[in-house]
T-cell receptor, first 114, second 114 residues
Framework: AQSVAQPEDQVNVAEGNPLTVKCTYS??????LFWYVQYPNRGLQFLLK??????LVKGSYGFEAEFNKSQTSFHLKKPSALVSDSALYFC????????????FGQGTTLQVKP | DTGVSQDPRHKITKRGQNVTFRCDPI?????LYWYRQTLGQGPEFLTY????????KSRLLSDRFSAERPKGSFSTLEIQRTEQGDSAMYLC????????????FGQGTRLTVV
């Protein structure tokens, strides 16, 4: 069965410092991986995806993610955090069926302090 | 705004009542999904439509839940005889055809059953 794990419930970082939000996955076959962000009482906003190709994927708002096949990880990163980056972040993997449905991790709250 | 639209944003209902939510996907998207998100958890897949056909339903979707997508445009999700455990955020997402595409989410309908 496919699954996604986000081992940290919360990540705290000071503004201007680099941030990393961790994600590991378990899939059969090639993974299609996604990161979404959710602000309070809002839906999910797409940040970036890995389908194939370069292991370093660049996305919206200065975020990037590194795909590591040997470690089955897809960590989200940003070189310099902003207070406005504080939100709930979800890693997801596309199900192997043809539906395109997503399997989400439980989410990581990012808190960026001034 | 050409994003995914959901209505209502909030719904408070008494236990035992029926509720219906509406989702208007991005117009050229043929795939439509419903997810449910409870506090502290990632979204969980409920059901999937390709055009007007409902092609997959999760085991989470009890007999009290029904979804439709007439004419392959908007979709409705109905919950009959609501229970307190149905309290959650209900998210709709749509995506175009293709395996490399990402899903776009609406802002969700927050249901509270009292």
């Amino acid at each position: 069965a496919q699954s996604v794990a986000q081992p940290e419930d919360q990540v705290n970082v000071a503004e201007g410092n680099p941030l990393t939000v961790k994600c590991t996955y378990s899939v059969s076959g090639n993974p299609y991986l996604f990161w979404y962000v959710q602000y309070p009482n809002r839906g999910l906003q797409f940040l970036l995806k890995y389908i194939t190709g370069d292991n370093l994927v660049k996305g919206s708002y200065g975020f990037e993610a590194e795909f590591n096949k040997s470690q089955t990880s897809f960590h989200l990163k940003k070189p310099s955090a902003l207070v406005s980056d504080s939100a709930l972040y979800f890693c997801a993997v596309r199900d192997s069926s043809n539906t395109g449905k997503l399997i989400f991790g439980q989410g990581t709250t990012l808190q960026v302090k001034p | 705004d050409t994003g995914v639209s959901q209505d209502p944003r909030h719904k408070i209902t008494k236990r035992g009542q029926n509720v219906t939510f509406r989702c208007d996907p991005i117009s050229e998207h043929n795939r439509l999904y419903w997810y449910r998100q409870t506090l502290g958890q990632g979204p969980e897949f409920l059901t999937y439509f390709q055009n007007e056909a409902q092609l997959e339903k999760s085991r989470l979707l009890s007999d009290r839940f029904s979804a439709e997508r007439p004419k392959g445009s908007f979709s409705t999700l109905e919950i009959q005889r609501t229970e307190q455990g149905d309290s959650a955020m209900y998210l709709c997402a749509s995506s175009p055809r293709g395996r490399n595409t990402e899903a776009f989410f609406g802002q969700g309908t927050r249901l509270t059953v009292v």
